[in-house]
């Protein structure tokens, strides 16, 4: 089966839906003109032999022409970064009793990952004047809702998948009644560790963030689009509905991670509006990517099972466009992205630039 579509990446999809607020000052603040990457494809059912080829790091990169990215020692600052937020959630999640549901949500929250949306989250506060400090109860809470999806989406009435980031998955060492309940705890606790924990932030935008953490995690964000993405196994689904699908299971938290972020450290509407814009490109990207991964690498490569939406029949970008149009999908995507950080200071955006090409460019 072949289908035809055309993606406006984000000046005519589902990302596009959501406009800046009526800002009196737009007009004498500079912001650089969206652009569109209109995308005339014939995108055709392809057999798994087609999809199998090696992705190297450079490919997305190199499908269009970026300007070269800021100096600035990512993986230190990644390094850095990670490590202080995994300090935090170690303290934050402590051993008590009941023992057995704070080891289950211990085993998952601590089992390593890049801590990508925690990353996220105090890189924006920082591009906007913010620091480390009042954005890591934010950062936290993010890693804790994502640890949840994880631990739910594996289990056995949903993905049941029996590895992740490299270990046996939550129900498979607690079972599946305790995994349920460490997500359920883990979920009600981030939003607990931001109202506790954000003191020195004002009220007003503390509960800002929280909003949008709970937008990005409800029925309007992550578990929409879990739902749809469950409700269209085996079934045809268009680029569009596919978009739309991801927008909402993985866009949506990583667009509150940046926002949040954002938030606390005090940008104002614009400043937010833009690093919005910026986060739904790299969040949609970042599932391109995944989509990539999943069929050009091993299980072992990805810490968790290969292969997997190609035996349960997902639509998946490399399925519906074939592997090189995902490519330059996830390519238009990155330089989206990195027009929308041209409005800030680039000193001060160089992690969100880097961020969004470790995204395009990971591995794993």
């Given at each position: 089966?072949?289908?035809?579509?055309?993606?406006?990446?984000?000046?005519?999809?589902?990302?596009?839906?959501?406009?800046?607020?009526?800002?009196?000052?737009l007009?004498?603040?500079?912001?650089?003109?969206?652009?569109?990457?209109?995308m005339?494809?014939?995108?055709?059912?392809?057999?798994?032999?087609?999809?199998?080829?090696?992705?190297?790091?450079?490919?997305?990169?190199?499908?269009?022409?970026?300007?070269?990215?800021?100096?600035?020692?990512?993986?230190?600052?990644?390094?850095?970064?990670?490590?202080?937020?995994?300090?935090?959630?170690?303290?934050?999640?402590?051993?008590?009793?009941?023992?057995?549901?704070?080891?289950?949500?211990?085993?998952?929250?601590?089992?390593?990952?890049?801590?990508?949306?925690?990353?996220?989250?105090?890189a924006?506060?920082?591009?906007?004047g913010?620091?480390?400090?009042?954005?890591?109860?934010?950062?936290?809470?993010?890693?804790?809702?994502?640890?949840?999806?994880?631990v739910?989406?594996?289990?056995?009435?949903?993905?049941?998948?029996?590895?992740?980031?490299?270990?046996?998955?939550?129900?498979?060492?607690?079972?599946?009644?305790?995994?349920?309940?460490?997500g359920?705890?883990?979920?009600?606790?981030?939003?607990?560790?931001?109202?506790?924990?954000?003191?020195?932030?004002?009220?007003?935008?503390?509960?800002?963030?929280?909003?949008?953490?709970?937008?990005?995690?409800?029925?309007?964000?992550?578990?929409?689009?879990?739902?749809?993405?469950?409700?269209?196994?085996?079934?045809?689904?268009?680029?569009?509905?596919?978009?739309?699908?991801?927008?909402?299971?993985?866009?949506?938290?990583?667009?509150?991670?940046?926002?949040?972020?954002?938030?606390?450290?005090?940008?104002?509407?614009?400043?937010?509006?833009?690093?919005?814009?910026?986060?739904?490109?790299?969040?949609?990207?970042?599932?391109?990517?995944?989509?990539?991964?999943?069929?050009?690498?091993?299980?072992?490569?990805?810490?968790?099972?290969?292969?997997?939406?190609?035996?349960?029949?997902?639509?998946?970008?490399?399925?519906?466009?074939g592997?090189?149009?995902?490519?330059?999908?996830?390519?238009?995507?990155?330089?989206?992205?990195?027009?929308?950080?041209?409005?800030?200071?680039?000193?001060?955006?160089?992690?969100?630039?880097?961020?969004?090409?470790?995204?395009?460019?990971?591995?794993?």
């Open positions: 089966m072949a289908i035809s579509a055309t993606i406006h990446s984000y000046c005519n999809s589902v990302l596009h839906n959501y406009p800046i607020s009526d800002f009196k000052t007009s004498k603040i500079r912001v650089l003109p969206l652009k569109e990457f209109p005339k494809i014939k995108a055709s059912y392809a057999a798994h032999s087609a999809l199998v080829q090696p992705l190297q790091a450079e490919e997305i990169v190199k499908q269009v022409i970026i300007p070269p990215l800021p100096i600035f020692q990512f993986e230190e600052y990644m390094t850095s970064k990670a490590k202080r937020v995994n300090k935090a959630l170690d303290e934050t999640v402590q051993l008590r009793h009941p023992a057995k549901i704070h080891e289950a949500m211990r085993y998952s929250l601590l089992a390593g990952g890049k801590r990508v949306r925690p990353v996220l989250c105090i924006s506060c920082e591009l906007v913010g620091d480390e400090s009042s954005a890591m109860p934010v950062a936290c809470a993010l890693e804790m809702i994502h640890t949840m999806s994880l739910h989406d594996d289990l056995p009435c949903m993905d049941n998948d029996d590895f992740r980031r490299g270990k046996p998955t939550n129900h498979k060492v607690f079972g599946e009644d305790t995994a349920i309940l460490a359920d705890a883990l979920l009600s606790l981030a939003f607990e560790h931001v109202a506790a924990k954000s003191t020195k932030i004002s009220p007003g935008r503390v509960v800002r963030a929280i909003a949008e953490l709970g937008l990005a995690v409800g029925s309007e964000g992550l578990v929409a689009g879990e739902i749809m993405d469950i409700d269209s196994e085996g079934k045809d689904v268009s680029l569009n509905e596919l978009e739309n699908i991801h927008v909402h299971k993985t866009a949506k938290l990583l667009e509150a991670a940046v926002v949040c972020g954002a938030i606390i450290g005090g940008g104002n509407m614009i400043e937010v509006e833009r690093v919005r814009k910026y986060a739904r490109c790299i969040g949609l990207l970042f599932q391109v990517v995944d989509d990539i991964l999943d069929v050009t690498k091993s299980s072992k490569e990805l810490g968790k099972t290969a292969g997997k939406d190609l035996v349960s029949d997902k639509a998946t970008y490399p399925k519906l466009m592997i090189e149009n995902a490519r330059k999908f996830a390519g238009d995507l990155l330089a989206q992205a990195t027009e929308e950080l041209a409005y800030f200071e680039v000193a001060r955006a160089a992690p969100l630039y880097h961020l969004a090409y470790y995204i395009a460019s990971r591995q794993h």
